[in-house]
T-cell receptor, first 114, second 113 residues
Framework: GAGVSQTPSNKVTEKGKYVELRCDPI?????LYWYRQSLGQGPEFLIY????????DSGLPNDRFFAVRPEGSVSTLKIQRTERGDSAVYLC????????????FGPGTRLTVL | GDSVTQMEGPVTLSEEAFLTINCTYT??????LFWYVQYPGEGLQLLLK?????DKGSNKGFEATYRKETTSFHLEKGSVQVSDSAVYFC????????????FGGGTRVLVKP
């Protein structure tokens, strides 16, 4: 079956621009997670959705970052006024219920801010 | 807060050698522990997990035992293959926090024929 998909696979933007990154979770998965992976490091948690609501957004670095999941399926991570330090691979994962269930990861979106 | 520390790589081995990757953690509660693997050009995949003390996770010849007394979850494989070349990540989650994962920095393993 289809896994987690993310679009675009690569995004190059200029400092100060706005970007949107999309995640399509596995059908039926109620939990969705965003992580950020900088070069040579492990992924860092950004935000967790259970259904449509953000159950935990404690990992968002500042108010330039925002994410939505309006219908409880597809999610969009939005970054305003991008900075060079935002360059990273943004990973999305989904799981069937959240607690103690395996998270399935997408291939990631590589964001480069020039 | 929670944290995971794992040995830095790269680790370079010959085929059929024994592999150990050390992982220790700090957590406020009783976390579940995981090893994820990232093969070249692919996404993160769960390799194995253990949910309570003394549990042993195993998969594809890899094993790791949840050691609460030493807060460790070391990954081992008795005889590596070239196809095991990848980056390995140790991680934990505390279920009450919605299962978000806290990862270590990753260890790159290169197995030479």
């Amino acid at each position: 079956g289809a896994g987690v998909s993310q679009t675009p696979s690569n995004k190059v933007t200029e400092k100060g621009k706005y970007v949107e990154l999309r995640c399509d979770p596995i059908s039926g998965h109620t939990a969705l997670y965003w992580y950020r992976q900088s070069l040579g490091q492990g992924p860092e948690f950004l935000i967790y959705f259970q259904g449509t609501g953000a159950a935990d957004d404690s990992g968002l670095p500042n108010d330039r970052f925002f994410a939505v999941r309006p219908e409880g399926s597809v999610s969009t991570l939005k970054i305003q006024r991008t900075e060079r330090g935002d360059s990273a691979v943004y990973l999305c994962a989904s799981s069937s219920r959240g607690t103690d269930n395996e998270q399935f990861f997408g291939p990631g979106t590589r964001l480069t801010v020039l | 807060g929670d944290s995971v520390t794992q040995m830095e790589g790269p680790v370079t081995l010959s085929e059929e050698a024994f592999l150990t990757i050390n992982c220790t953690y700090t957590a406020t509660g009783y976390p579940s522990l995981f090893w994820y693997v990232q093969y070249p050009g692919e996404g993160l995949q769960l390799l194995l997990k253990a949910t309570k003390a003394d549990d042993k996770g195993s998969n594809k010849g890899f094993e790791a035992t949840y050691r609460k007394e030493t807060t460790s979850f070391h990954l081992e494989k008795g005889s590596v293959q070239v196809s095991d070349s990848a980056v390995y990540f140790c991680a934990l989650s505390e279920g009450a926090a919605g299962n978000k994962l806290t990862f270590g920095g990753g260890t790159r393993v290169l197995v030479k024929p």
